[in-house]
């Protein structure tokens, strides 16, 4: 199949939205901006470094695609509205991975609220996506990394750990507990908490990408503030327990649960600092607080910056 | 250098402009689309099959990148005002060559009048750039492909057929003539005529990318009508004619200039059908009229889809 077929199917399948004025096929996409700014990101995922085709199915690689980017998008504070993807395939892809692939980015889209408007389609030795996704703020101010005030509160929403620990079970060869490996495959950041954190006055905020640690890190040092977290707030899920007695019986006994809440990236959780008196909504824990000074401190003791592993 | 140290040093180096909210650092990026929409389009280019680094400086495929996405923006008769870069790098890529690149991106982005606003860096076996370019249609409409309408006036501007005598040149190992190398290094869209054709009336419009014959077949099977070229407008610059001599000498002796101009992409002109009074300034040549029917015709031939190669 050459580009062109491929690219027709693969449009094809999209649905389109509001936000769209028009959609694939043209020179370019044109898609609505309400409030005259629109929010923009770009990823590029490569096989064998952010995916592998014999950890995740196609459809779990469209969805993980789309979903680092939107989180990107809410982290703003912003609305997803529209996404344009590029796939560079070798050529004994099958047309059926680049279907379900196509599959899993129009799903996620519809769980995000976004729609596909362009793309491009390549050959390459190397299975790379690109992805790029745009969102409206809706007339609210952007949160930047950079508004967090000493007093404020931080918070998290969304799953933290459970990405890092399937990715440790997938390493380890064990294919348990479900709840972890399907969070690696195909997280669920919890996209309209990006606009409520924004509503509810929100001083900085991003998605947790790289673990928790290393992105507050980024508002600690944005902010020129300390970040001081409380650890018996952050409670692991029940699999993450589960995971770490697995992976312990096979031989990785340096795993704790701690350990992934606070440096496992990819689940794509929202972190977010807020004014003292904000009343956070049960979708956001309370983790820590915004003091004067430097650097993310767990229960008083700092964190370097290259992350918790190395201060173990 | 790793990731984050790359990223600062290409970031360092963008200027912005007055459509930059928030530039690179954050989540995602901030720009302006004044008039609540914004155009956008997204491309991927691979090594050994977009470029060859033994043809092309790191710098030249910076301005290429980023020329054939702003041709894009401006063939919808929109203003280019940001870009987004990915790159996927493998761990020898010199460092020098993603500086040069770099240099590239953001000396085209200051020839279009956009900004660099956010990218990604990656490592990868195949070096891969990834562009997605912003525009703004300040207040217009969008210069889509299917308005054309029997009566109205094909033209071009920019150069038509150098890039791609240039890539033969290249290919039979010839280093002359300059003028052709150099368009196939740096295209050279005329940005500024895509605006200036939507506000002469412009009822269709593309960049040529993949060679005049086939790009216009999009218009007329998009717009539903037959377009008929005369080839005695369509004058090749004297290097092409230079160049089919050089080739013919070498041994290539199937190529013609007409060819070149017919069938040659990459050189990004704007290819635009006008109302027929339309009063064209020096920028564009007229080159054909559209007519009710199908297809696309050079002197009262049928150029089948697959272009002036086969047909011949």
Same mark, same amino acid.
């Given at each position: ?72 998008? #809410? ?13 560079? #395939? ?76 399937? +990715? ?7 294919? @348990?507990?479900?709840?972890? +490996? ?18 509810? @006055?929100?001083?900085?905020? +991003? ?106």
């Amino acid at each position: 199949m050459g580009e062109f077929g491929l690219i027709a199917r693969v449009t094809a399948k999209f649905s389109t939205t509001e936000d769209v004025i028009l959609g694939p096929g043209d020179d370019a996409a044109l898609v609505r901006a309400r409030d005259r700014r629109v929010v923009a990101t770009t990823d590029l995922l490569v096989e064998g470094r952010h995916f592998r085709r014999d950890w995740s199915s196609a459809r779990d690689v469209g969805h993980k695609a789309v979903a680092q980017n939107f989180a990107d998008v #809410a982290a703003m504070g912003a609305r997803p509205t529209a996404l344009l993807i590029g796939l560079a #395939a070798p050529p004994d892809l099958p047309v059926a991975w680049a279907d379900a692939f196509t599959e899993g980015v129009g799903a996620e889209c519809a769980i995000a609220g976004g729609a596909v408007v362009g793309g491009d389609i390549v050959r390459s030795d190397t299975l790379t996506v690109s992805i790029t996704a745009l969102g409206d703020l809706g007339g609210h101010r952007a949160i930047r990394r950079d508004g967090a005030r000493p007093g404020d509160v931080v918070a998290v929403a969304g799953s933290l750990g459970l990405s890092a620990a399937g +990715l440790c079970l997938l390493r380890a060869g064990l294919d @348990g507990p479900q709840e972890c +490996l399907r969070e690696h495959r195909r997280p669920r950041p919890p996209y309209a908490q990006g606009l409520k954190a924004a509503r509810l @006055g929100a001083t900085a905020m +991003l998605d947790v990408s790289d673990g928790l640690v290393q992105d507050l890190g980024h508002i600690a040092r944005s902010s020129r503030v300390a970040i001081r977290l409380d650890s018996s707030a952050l409670v692991p899920a029940p699999a993450i327990d589960e995971a770490v007695s697995l992976l312990a019986a096979a031989g990785e006994d340096r795993r704790d649960a701690l350990g992934f809440l606070l440096t496992g990236g990819e689940d794509h959780a929202l972190a977010a600092t807020f004014p003292p008196d904000t009343r956070l909504p049960d979708a956001w824990t309370r983790i820590g607080v915004v003091a004067s000074g430097a650097g993310v401190f767990v229960d008083g003791r700092t964190v370097p910056p290259h992350g918790w592993d190395h201060f173990e």
